[in-house]
Structure formats: C-alpha cells, structure tokens
C-alpha cells in the first residue's frame, strides 16, 4: 500500500474577506475532490485571508500511479484563475 501526500500553498489575491476565501477554498476543494477521488482540507493558514495551505491524501498500490495522480492536481491546481501556487510538495509512503 503505497500512501501519497501533496501539500499545496495558494494565495487568493482577490480575497477581500475570510468568507472570499473559503469561498474559493470550498470550490477547490470540492472540484478536486470529486474529480480526483482524494482526501482534501484546509490545514493550515486558516485564519490569513489570502493564504491558505491545503492537504490532498491519496491511497494507491503503486508509487508511479500515486505520484503521477499527484502532479496532475498540481498542474490542475496551477491552471485556476481565481488563484496562485506558491509551493507545494509531494510525498509517499
């Protein structure tokens, strides 16, 4: 059993407000959720208003599908208008 784990700093420029940003969070969370079928929260910078750092979990039986699965959130991530990644970083178990 091979366990992946991305963690993901966003910045939300836009965000004025907490509820602009968890608004934008939500979103992500929800269209990553659904469309990759991972584990995902907000697990740190939550009370900064335009940063928020995000855990994605996924569970595989190969490191190669994990990894890969991985950096196409990442770039999925990279592609949203309505905010930047600043930093992320991948690891398995």
Same mark, same amino acid.
Request: proline residues 0%; positive net charge; glycine residues 4%.
């Given at each position: 059993m091979i366990t992946g784990l991305l963690t993901?700093?966003?910045?939300v420029f836009d965000a004025m407000t907490l509820k602009d940003k968890r608004s934008v969070i939500k979103s992500l969370k929800d269209r990553i959720g659904n469309k990759y079928n991972v584990s995902i929260a907000e697990v740190?910078? =939550?009370d +900064?208003?335009?940063?928020? !750092?995000?855990?994605?979990?996924?569970?595989? =039986?190969?490191s190669r599908? $994990?990894?890969?699965?991985?950096?196409?959130? $990442? @770039?999925?991530?990279? +592609? @949203?208008? =309505? !905010?930047?990644l600043i930093d992320y970083y991948i690891e398995t178990v």
């Open positions: 993901v700093q966003i910045s740190g910078d =939550n +900064k208003i335009r940063s928020s !750092l995000i855990g994605i979990a996924m569970v595989a =039986n190969d599908f $994990v990894h890969q699965a991985l950096d196409t959130i $990442v @770039q999925f991530v990279r +592609k @949203q208008t =309505n !905010l930047t």
